[in-house]
Each structure stands twice: as structure tokens, then as C-alpha cells.
């Protein structure tokens, strides 16, 4: 009889939201940058990445010949 009890954890209060007490727009936003890096999601897999390059277009996707239905530039 050694019933497992499931208690939930205790809410940890280091996640807890630094800016809970400021209004929203006082909020910093979360920018999601990091240097020359932004966060990017791929059109074609839907893989969320960072990247430097103009291209949302994934490496993988990339490697597998795929493009984007709209790139502007001139062929
Ligand atoms: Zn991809």
C-alpha cells in the first residue's frame, strides 16, 4: 500500500514576473535579439531559430532546395 501522492509542486517564486507590479507599458518588451541575431521562423518547416541572415528560410530547408514563393529579388 504505498500509494504515490501526486502533490503539484510549489509554485516557485523565482519565475514569478519582475514587472507584476508595473503597469503594461512600463513593461520592458521582450525583445527577441540577441547582437545581430533575431528570432526567426521558418516559412517552410516552421522552425523557430535565430539568425543573422535575411532569410527567414532555415538551413535545412535551405539545403533541401527550398525558397521562399516570394522573394522579391531579381533573378
Ligand atoms: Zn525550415
Redesign the pocket.
Known sequence: MDEKKQNPPPACTCIQDPYASLPPEMRPKPVQKIGNLRKVT??????NYWTNRKTD??A???NKG?RLPDTSQGA
Open positions: 521558418c516559412p517552410v518547416c516552421g522552425l528560410l532555415c535545412a530547408c535551405e527550398a
